[in-house]
């Protein structure tokens, strides 16, 4: 348990034998720098938990902060007589109690760089916005695509680190973080895209994800597997990554974690019925340049702003790398040459 957590957890189990009071919330403030006041706090009427974040009005943004989705509710309070903004994070899905110190630290430490009340708070909204996806997924399900997704994103982060360190690797996945391509980095980046088989067919979501505008290097790797009582499934897989991310320290197990949430895979949320073992059979890797079979923005008609396609990636075949070619793809990016 991080600091942040135990100190959350602390102040919770203290507050839950206070003394009854006549306000809204029983509250115990953190000792966590930050923009914003932390404080834990229990709801009296029904002993709800809750993260509040609170700062004078003067410096609060003249826009109010509102957000109920999947178990969670952001509530902006103003208190004109004693001249405080307070904004409760509550959770009112006890299914999602699991989760709620990863939520709530996640959403302290991407506020936390921030030096001002406004945009912290900006912060933590957006923040949320990327969190209801998450738990949108877990409560759907982790569908056998998604769980396809992630597999082949991870074999590929395992590839990349193999020419240098998982810890300079982890803070590159930028998928999960909305990032318009599941590795990037400084004018490089690489999608994943993962197939059952050998079938060269993949699902493209976006106009975007192939898309090479502004990039020096864009290379889509395909990852095949198969179904193998012999082979690992996602949990394996994620138990291995995070076994050596330990290795780092707790900031890289943080950014792995945050990510994996982001992806919708949350160990209380994951049935093991669900998770097919797997081989991986072809990690290729295609170079997306002029010429490659594609829609983008720059190709297709004025109006259309979002696709989904399938590609056959035998219509590529002239882009496709050698096996040596993507190592030198991978170490490029690894070491940022």
């Known amino acids: 348990m991080t600091p942040a957590q135990a100190a959350l957890t ?5 507050l839950a034998h206070g003394i009854p009071g006549s306000r809204e919330w029983r509250a115990m403030r953190l000792d966590i720098p930050h923009a914003l006041a932390i404080f834990a706090a229990v709801r009296e ?3 709800t938990r809750a993260i509040l974040f609170e700062c004078p009005i003067a410096a609060a943004p003249p826009w109010r902060v509102r957000f109920e989705s999947e178990g969670l509710a952001l509530v902006d309070e103003r208190d004109v007589r004693e001249q405080v ?43 949320l916005l990327a969190w209801q996806t998450c738990l949108k997924v877990r409560r759907e399900g982790l569908s056998y695509q998604r769980m396809l ?10 590839r990349i680190a193999a020419f240098s360190r998982l810890d300079l690797i982890v803070p590159r996945w930028t998928g999960p ?18 197939s059952s088989g050998l079938a060269g067919l993949v699902n493209v979501t976006a106009l975007e994800q ?7 290097v864009l290379t889509l790797c395909r990852v095949a597997v198969v179904r193998d009582d012999d082979g690992e499934d996602l949990r394996q897989v994620v138990a291995r990554i995070r076994a050596e991310t330990d290795r780092f320290g707790h900031g890289v197990r943080q950014a792995l974690d945050r990510g994996l949430l982001l992806s ?17 059979v072809a990690v290729e890797g295609y170079d997306v340049r002029e010429g490659f079979p594609r829609l983008t ?16 990636l035998a219509s590529a075949a002239r882009h496709r790398m050698s096996a040596a070619d993507l190592d030198g793809v991978f170490n490029r990016f690894a070491t940022g040459g």
Do not use: C
């Open 264 to 280: 919708g895979y949350i160990d209380a949320g994951v049935v093991a019925d669900g998770l097919e073992k797997l081989s991986v």
């Open 45 to 47: 009427d029904d002993g």
């Open 85 to 127: 903004m307070r904004v409760a994070l509550v959770l009112e899905r006890q299914d999602l109690e699991s989760i709620v110190l990863v939520i709530a630290e996640d959403l302290i430490n991407s506020s936390q760089p921030e030096k001002i009340p406004l945009p912290a708070v900006a912060a933590i909204a957006e923040r």
């Open 177 to 194: 973080d909305r990032g318009i391509h599941d590795f990037e980095r400084e004018g490089q980046a690489i999608e994943v895209k993962t």
């Open 210 to 216: 192939l898309d090479n505008s502004g990039l020096g």
């Open 149 to 158: 997704g992630l597999f082949g994103e991870l074999v590929v982060m395992e």
């Open 10 to 14: 602390a102040g919770w189990a203290t």
């Open 297 to 312: 923005s720059q190709t297709v008609s004025p109006g259309i702003v979002a696709v989904e396609y399938r590609l056959d």
